[in-house]
């Protein structure tokens, strides 16, 4: 049997073309799924605070909305994920995009806020597109090529990103729900592109002779495989971090610029379009050739270092163009760590455990999905908090404890790059 850890990108072609998958063909593929599902996301978000307004929400049930969604993620993620390693990547994808479009409908016909809150909560139970794409790329990339591969994720979540807050704030000007009727629509181009062109990377032949392949080394060993180890969890945390700051910002931003700058939904979608240009330029164009000349080590601890000086400034940014600027080094941190993390865990676990540690990096990202929009809601909730003598508002808060998160983030990566050298070989 061919062994399935292969470091030459040649070789490793080889392999998978015993199976009948080519990796160019499955990356334009898995790129324009991706694009087409953030597409769908993206138009939702600058609508959070007409969506509230128009129901009498407070801030806080804003950052309830988007955590409950993260809750039943963070259940049904790992699972989506683990039957992916059993079953094959595509007919779970095609799963979970009919149901984030069904939940895009309910969303978009929603008459009370329960109805709306049952549609999030929907789509966190089917949100299972992310983990089962990072398993699918790990399955048909080497070790050495995978961070620049994971990018590709960014390239086609940005793509999104770019149109989708646009499209999104200019119909949302119209209807909120329109948006979301053009998300639901989206979704079923996703699943027709997966069915018609996304070949399978884990057919039943592969997953066979993984099985066989596993068991043997077991039995010659004597010893049971885990998923969970050391390498992982520490990994894991990271995912929490970056997601943790991400988070405080995305759910929270929307309303900043609403009611610091009284910003209409077009130019909050304007604002995230930015980043998402930003983020599709370099994890496009520039993140491979850098990488190539600076190595991995140095771009992610420069990327950290970058994010926790970016959010420094976060609490003063005074003028609406500010904001502009800001999400400038913002994304360029965004479009490095997460496909630099996220190509670390893969590497800390066998073939044919990709589904379950994707699904694993899922739930903490749900974590991180819950906690964080409800810690930056409450912020703006209460407007602000004395600390001994001292007063910070709400947009200092925000901005500190991104930058709190941070400073673990470095310390806990140092840490994982000094006890896993071999990351970097």
């Known amino acids: 049997m061919v062994f399935p850890h292969h470091k030459d990108k040649e070789e490793h072609g080889k392999y998978l073309a015993k199976y009948d998958i080519d990796p160019q ?15 769908g996301y ?13 129901f009498g929400a407070s801030d806080f049930f804003v950052g309830v909305l988007i955590s409950s969604n993260a809750l039943t993620a963070l259940i049904f993620g790992p699972i989506l994920g683990k039957l992916s390693d059993r079953f ?72 999104g990103m ?19 009727l053009l998300a639901s629509g989206l979704s079923v181009v996703a699943i027709l592109l997966t069915l018609k062109i996304l070949v399978e990377s884990l057919p039943k032949e592969r997953i066979a002779d993984l099985k066989a392949h596993y068991e043997e080394l077991e039995l010659l060993s004597g010893n049971r495989r885990k998923t969970m180890n050391k390498e992982v ?24 610029l609403d009611k610091r700058f009284g910003a209409n939904p077009l130019i909050i979608g304007t604002i995230m379009t930015t980043a998402g240009v930003v983020i599709m330029l370099y994890a496009g164009i520039f993140l ?7 190595g991995e080590k140095r771009m992610l601890v420069f990327a950290m270092i970058l994010m926790i000086g970016n959010f420094l400034i976060f609490p003063y940014l005074l003028e609406l163009w500010m904001a502009y600027v800001f999400v400038i080094p913002f994304a360029v941190a965004m479009s490095m760590l997460p496909p630099l993390i996220q190509s670390n865990l893969t590497k800390a676990v066998d073939p044919d455990k990709q589904g379950e540690v994707s699904g694993y990096a899922t739930n903490f990202q749900s974590f991180a999905q819950i906690l964080a929009p409800l810690l930056a809601t ?48």
């Open 378 to 425: 409450s912020f703006l909730q209460i407007g602000g908090w004395v600390i001994s003598s001292l007063y910070l508002n709400a947009y200092q808060l925000i901005g500190f404890t991104a930058v709190f998160f941070g400073v673990i983030l470095l310390i806990v990566g140092l840490i994982d790059i000094k006890t896993h050298p071999h990351l970097y070989e």
């Open 25 to 39: 063909r499955a990356m334009f593929t898995i790129i324009l799924s991706i694009l087409v599902d953030v597409f």
């Open 88 to 159: 094959g990547r595509k007919p779970l994808l095609v799963i979970s995009q009919a149901g984030t479009g069904i939940s895009f409908l309910i969303l978009a016909l929603s008459p009370n806020i329960s109805i709306i809150f049952f549609a999030r909560i929907l789509d966190g139970v089917f949100g299972g597109q992310i983990p089962i794409i990072r398993a699918y790329i790990a399955d048909i990339t080497t070790p050495r090529t995978r961070s620049q591969e994971m990018s590709k994720i960014m390239v086609g979540h940005t793509g």
């Open 162 to 180: 770019i149109f989708g807050p646009v499209i999104g704030g200019l119909l949302g000007t119209l209807n909120w729900r329109y948006p979301s």
């Open 233 to 256: 969890a520490i990994r894991l945390f990271q995912v929490f971090l970056v997601f943790m700051i991400n988070n405080m910002l995305f759910s929270s931003f929307p309303l900043i």
């Open 288 to 294: 491979k050739p850098i990488i190539r000349k600076v």
């Open 42 to 54: 993206s138009m939702v978000l600058p609508l959070l605070p007409s969506i509230a307004k128009t």
